[in-house]
């Protein structure tokens, strides 16, 4: 990484008889010294500005997730103006309770010249309000990251990781979020016209023993608004380190409640494979974790015995997981075709599908909804394209978005998008979801008879 051109910075001090201000260049860094003068009030607070060869561990964050999203991330390079930008305005607008004591000298370590303003703020912040450095640029990364990128890449502070499963459910209560505008536009920053919103609600889990559902717009964590709060930062204090409890409250039809929830470890449903309507079989998918291609394997296998022409295979409320997952499952259904493809700033990728299958030749019917997301719209998307399924339900939740998740070196995770990804025809899902042929809502407690009926007069 380049070596930061040395900076000059003027203070200028009115005093009885003047004074001199005086800059000393540090090896590459500078370190901007308050003049002496005749007054009782403490000098201005020394800082050093360096670059991000040997940074401080307060600032470890700041340089790592600058070099990941300029190495990573799919709309790279972004211009580290705008980058610095939004990190000032997240340190500008950062405030907490908390002191530390007031260092001799900041050392502070930015990227690029462009983030010197940053250490001036900073500084100044610590002169008038002796704020924790730790805490103040994890509010700057935390901007940095979550509101100058897309809607999918965003980082997770040491004391937050875990709050997230890599299908992007919230751990600790098992609930699905998402913020979107009117038009349908995902947000990184909670607003009144960008509310915080269940998408599902993991049966079986803390929120749903709770009584929480589908639809409720989250407006108060622990009795702190959440309008005005980072989405990330909102679902990572409501998952905690998910354990103890957490106040929600939400509104359901303009109506206000408030529920303590009991965090607690995650039960994740599982395959579920059914033959509820003669020569009709029924699949549902939860997810797209590491053990679901096996999973699914062995129910295509208990439905062979049977050899039903139509197989229903139910996506609602699969948040997702792991591409090769999906693409493993796929090809229980494709026989000859591709699964998706990803574009990225250097290359594109196709994922084709393996041969072997054990249900290549039945029709099929994928119901998807709002819950649907990622792998799972990649599976439902590479089954209507690649095999004619008929797709029923209700638009899904639209991540287009290839993750990696990195771990940093001081414990937090940054999550970047590094692609995008397209069905077998070119489509995204990135704008509105995925769209079903036939649109049909289907509440959550009906049974699987209930399910695949329906299901089958929609798709008539």
């Not at 679901?292 to 062979?304: K, N």
């Amino acid at each position: 990484m380049r070596r930061l051109a040395p900076l000059v910075l003027v203070l200028l001090a009115a005093c009885s008889g003047g004074s001199d201000t005086t800059t000393t260049i540090l090896g590459g860094s500078t370190a901007a010294v308050a003049p002496t003068v005749a007054t009782t009030e403490p000098a201005p607070l020394e800082f050093e500005v360096h670059n991000c060869a040997a940074p401080p561990v307060t600032f470890s964050a700041l340089c790592e997730v600058y070099e990941l999203i300029q190495e990573w991330h799919v709309d790279r390079p972004i211009p580290a103006t705008a980058l610095a930008e939004i990190a000032f305005q997240g340190l500008q607008g950062f405030a907490t309770d908390k002191v530390e004591d007031k260092p001799r000298s900041l050392i502070c370590a930015v990227p690029t010249e462009d983030f010197y303003g940053l250490c001036a703020l900073l500084a100044s912040m610590i002169d008038e309000s002796s704020v924790p450095v730790g805490a103040a640029m994890e509010a700057a990364v935390t901007a940095m990251a979550d509101i100058g990128l897309d809607p999918f890449s965003y980082y997770v502070p040491p004391d937050q990781t875990g709050s997230f499963r890599n299908n992007g459910v919230v751990g600790g209560i098992g609930v699905l979020l998402d913020a979107t505008d009117a038009v349908g536009s995902r947000c990184t920053l909670i607003t009144e016209t960008c509310p915080l919103r269940v998408v599902f609600v993991l049966d079986g889990n803390p929120a749903a023993e709770a009584g929480m559902l589908a639809g409720d717009l989250i407006v108060a964590v622990n009795g702190e608004p959440v309008i005005g709060q980072g989405f990330v930062s909102t679902t990572s204090t409501l998952a905690g380190d998910e354990t103890g409890e957490v106040s929600i409250t939400y509104s359901r039809d303009g109506v206000e409640s408030e529920v303590t929830v009991e965090r607690g470890e995650l039960t994740v449903p599982t395959v579920t494979v059914d033959l509820p309507v003669n020569n009709v079989g029924y699949l549902r998918i939860p997810d797209f974790e590491d053990d679901i291609p096996f999973l699914v394997e062995e129910a295509l296998a208990s439905l062979a015995e049977f050899s039903p022409p139509t197989i229903v295979v139910d996506l609602r409320d699969n948040p997702g997981g792991f591409i090769d997952s999906a693409v493993e499952v796929a090809s229980e259904f494709i026989d000859d075709g591709i699964v998706l493809t990803s574009v990225g700033p250097n290359e594109d990728l196709v994922y084709p599908a393996s041969v072997g299958g054990l249900a290549t030749t039945e029709d099929l019917i994928v119901l998807i909804n709002e819950g649907s997301a990622s792998a799972a719209e990649i599976l439902a998307g590479a089954l209507r394209d690649e095999r004619g399924a008929t797709v029923v339900g209700m638009p899904s939740f639209g991540k287009d978005a290839i993750q990696i998740p990195f771990e940093l070196r001081n414990g937090g995770e940054f999550y970047v998008a590094v692609a995008r990804w397209f069905t077998p025809s070119g489509d995204s899902v990135g704008d509105g979801g995925l769209t079903p042929e036939w649109e049909l809502e289907l509440p959550a407690d009906l049974s699987n008879e209930e399910v695949v009926l329906a299901a089958l007069e929609a798709a008539s």
